[in-house]
């Protein structure tokens, strides 16, 4: 493993800085998140519901500001040509780099999360060990697509500003905090069918393009896991708009569709399959760029 070494100075520089230990104190805050309505639904399990909490902007914003200079900023500096002189390929420096990010930015994070759930087991007693090592892991994985996109473009722009415009603006804002605001106005242009998010369509196309976002996968993954409802909304949300006589624009397919009656492509694990999707296709990119490119 001749990356290691290079991942292992990734991972001690991120957390020899401020940055990721603010991460961990505002998903501290963030993530803990009790809710009557939650509670009544899930019980002593709400303190899982915590954990993807995590899945909601702060742990997307934070691998963009920790990573996206991760490789472009080498470049640009020309300390990316030290590491070439060092007996790496070009694919070892891309892994070296995704390891030791995705390390030093989810140690603090899962720090955090595992006294959120200290507080949530002291507050609201034992949950199913079970359930929370599927989240904990669906979260790991969920991590792992963020910082693979994040270092994935980082490999294969060359200026540390297209890499910074194209997350925060393509990525950030586009795909994560407004993604599924577009939806159903998206689906409604590209099929000419009529979407009311508040009175959705049992339109296969609709609900899967509302969860090919990271977070919305994960929202799915995740509510599977929790029996929180089949939505890419956070389950607090999936938990409410299935209540009878409560209305949302968070698309569920418990709403919409019949017993029975879904896609199987809608399945909850088709969550995991969208990350890992992301994960692949986002790193075969930037390999097959990175590695054939002029690094200069």
Do not use: C
């Not at 993530?31 to 899930?42: A, C, G, K, Q």
């Not at 390891?99 to 002291?122: D, E, H, K, M, S």
């Not at 790991?140 to 060359?158: D, N």
């Not at 009311?196 to 995740?222: C, H, I, K, Q, W």
């Amino acid at each position: 493993m001749r990356w290691y070494p290079l991942a292992r100075e990734e991972a001690r520089a991120l957390l020899r800085s401020k940055g990721v230990w603010l991460l961990a104190l505002v998903l501290l805050l963030w993530t803990y998140r009790p809710s009557y309505t939650v509670w009544n639904e899930l019980g002593p399990d709400m303190t899982v519901g915590f954990l993807q909490f995590a899945g909601g902007i702060v742990v997307p914003i934070a691998a963009v500001i920790l990573g996206y200079r991760s490789i472009v900023g080498e470049r640009a500096s020309g300390s990316l040509k030290f590491l070439l002189g060092l007996p790496l390929t070009r694919g070892e420096i891309l892994l070296g780099k995704l390891v030791g990010r995705l390390a030093g930015i989810a140690i603090p994070a899962f720090l955090a999360l595992g006294i959120v759930t200290v507080a949530g087991v002291v507050q609201y007693g034992l949950f199913s060990p079970l359930r929370y090592l599927a989240v904990f892991a669906v979260t790991a994985l969920y991590f792992l697509a963020l910082v693979s996109i994040v270092i994935s473009v980082s490999a294969i722009v060359r200026r540390t500003t297209t890499a910074a415009a194209t997350l925060f603006i393509g990525f950030i804002l586009i795909l994560e905090i407004f993604w599924q605001m577009f939806v159903p106005g998206i689906y409604s242009r590209l099929t000419g069918v009529p979407v009311n998010p508040y009175d959705p369509p049992a339109e296969g196309g609709l609900f899967l393009m509302d969860r090919l976002s990271p977070t919305g996968a994960y929202n799915v993954a995740t509510n599977g896991i929790l029996d929180a409802g089949n939505s890419a909304w956070h389950h607090s949300s999936a938990i409410s708009v299935l209540r009878p006589g409560h209305s949302s624009n968070a698309l569920a397919v418990g709403e919409a569709f019949d017993p029975g009656t879904a896609p199987l492509y809608l399945h909850e694990a088709g969550g995991i399959v969208i990350l890992v999707a992301w994960i692949v296709t986002s790193l075969s990119i930037a390999y097959h760029r990175f590695d054939g490119g002029d690094l200069g």
